[in-house]
């Protein structure tokens, strides 16, 4: 199947600092990438669509100015958590979407940020 | 707004056992329903899917099942494995876009040997 990459897998940061996460599809194209969220034991929360060449939506509740994301190119979208406070710690985890397959959607490997 | 439930949120099976789990959305409109296996702190792997012209697709030992009535689906796992166990989480598109997923809480199967 279609590969989507991100990195890094594991982060540590410093309170008050900014982190960029990036989520590349390797092997494909993707118009449309997604970012999520996930606590410990918890379902996967959807943070923002992120679409190629224009501003991200962004779900209720979910700070844009905190959480900029930006899709600049088909096969790369960043999220950059910026002013990090700890609990801000958490699972962040990218999706793309596949087109030529059918809109079938792959998961990136997911990042582990721990704002200390 | 959109919810998918999903239940059970535990489930402990026998290793050769079925398990099934099921879920329920509440956008009429949605037409692509995946379900995703999670192992700890790795990422949702997709296992099968469904969309909303077939009613029930098989792939090995996995199965699922779509009542578009009802607005349920179910994941149905036969002759369960010890490497099963993990978290399986169901999903429903809305927005009438197949790439916006909203998920349910997960289940987390136990295959005990």
């Known amino acids: 199947g279609a590969v989507v990459s991100q990195h890094p897998s594991r982060v540590i940061c410093k309170s008050g600092t900014s982190v960029k996460i990036e989520c590349r599809s390797l092997d494909f194209q993707a118009t449309t990438m997604f970012w999520y969220r996930q606590f410990p034991k918890q379902s996967l929360m959807l943070m923002a669509t992120?679409?190629?060449?224009?501003?991200?939506?962004?779900e209720q509740g979910v700070e844009k100015d905190k959480f900029l994301i930006n899709h600049a190119s088909l096969t790369l979208s960043t999220l950059t958590v910026t002013s990090a406070h700890p609990e801000d710690s958490s699972f962040y985890i990218c999706s793309a979407r596949d087109r030529l397959l059918g809109n079938t959607i792959y998961f990136g490997e997911g990042s582990w940020l721990t704002v200390v | 707004g959109e919810n998918v439930e999903q239940h059970p949120s535990t489930l402990s099976v026998q290793e050769g056992d079925s398990a099934v789990i099921k879920c329920t959305y509440s956008d009429s409109a949605s037409n692509y329903f995946p379900w995703y296996k999670q192992e700890l702190g790795k990422r949702p792997q997709l296992i099968i899917d469904?969309?909303?012209?077939?009613g029930e697709k098989k792939d090995q030992r996995i199965a699922v099942t779509l009542n578009k009535t009802a607005k349920h689906f179910s994941l149905h796992i036969t002759e369960t494995q010890p490497e099963d166990s993990a978290v399986y989480f169901c999903?429903?598109?809305?927005?009438?876009?197949?790439?916006?997923?909203?998920f349910g809480k997960g289940t987390k199967l136990s295959v005990k040997p």
């Open positions: 992120s679409n190629e060449g224009s501003k991200a939506t962004y």
């Open positions: 469904i969309r909303s012209n077939v």
């Open positions: 999903a429903a598109s809305f927005g009438g876009s197949q790439g916006n997923l909203i």
